[in-house]
């Protein structure tokens, strides 16, 4: 099946500073990602959907200045949380949808620390 | 807006007991739904997708079962084994590239 690659996995960083968290698309082309939060305890909620070359579309509450997402090309999207605060520690995942009838397809997350 | 609902949150069961996890969802114009595990600190890992023109899948010791005009789901497990405990997710997907909406989940612990 395909394969979306996230990383950092782990990442912890101190208040004030920003992270950029990479997702790629191995073996098929993305057009389309969509980005989820985590909070401890909570199901996975969509904070914004990132479109090949035009402008990522947030969802109700996500700051776009905060959290900052650009996808450049049809195998990258990148989200980056700017000046981090502890309240912003959260599992981050993204996913790109299957095609026709196929599944989605998660990246392996990454765990975001704040100091 | 469509609305995820899982339950139990949390079950707790002996070794090679069989159990149902249950999930529905408001609104039935679903183009397909998909159960997840997650472990503790971990990713996803997709365990049935099921279309809207099914009504179920099988894999393993999972069966996942859909009633698209009631919204509801049911994934059934058999013969549990501790290594099954993890958070089970539910989502749905309506039409075209739209995201999936996720459940809360149902916390299983599968005790030996």
């Known amino acids: 099946g395909a394969v979306v690659s996230q990383h950092p996995s782990r990442v912890i960083c101190k208040s004030g500073t920003s992270v950029k968290i990479e997702c790629r698309s191995l073996?098929?082309?993305?057009?389309?990602m969509f980005w989820y939060r985590q909070f401890p305890k909570k199901s996975l909620m969509l904070m914004a959907t990132?479109?090949?070359?035009?402008?990522?579309?947030?969802e109700q509450g996500v700051e776009k200045d905060k959290f900052l997402i650009n996808h450049a090309s049809l195998t990258l999207s990148t989200l980056t949380v700017t000046s981090a605060h502890p309240e912003d520690s959260s599992f981050y995942i993204c996913s790109a949808p299957g095609s026709g009838h196929t599944e989605a397809f998660f990246g392996q997350g990454t765990r975001l620390t704040v100091v | 807006k469509q609305e995820v609902t899982q339950i139990p949150a949390a079950l707790s069961v002996p070794e090679g007991e069989n159990l149902v996890l249950n999930c529905s969802f408001t609104d039935s114009a679903i183009y397909n739904l998909q159960w997840f595990r997650q472990d503790p600190g971990k990713g996803l890992t997709s365990l049935l997708l099921i279309q809207s023109s099914q009504r179920e899948q099988t894999s393993g010791r999972l069966n996942a079962s859909l009633d698209k005009s009631s919204g509801r789901s049911t994934l059934y497990i058999a013969a549990s084994q501790p290594g099954d405990s993890a958070t089970y997710l539910c989502a749905v997907r309506g039409a075209g590239n739209t995201p999936l909406v996720f459940g809360k989940g149902t916390r299983l612990s599968v005790i030996a």
């Open positions: 990132s479109n090949e070359g035009s402008k990522a579309t947030y």
């Open positions: 073996d098929f082309q993305a057009t389309t």
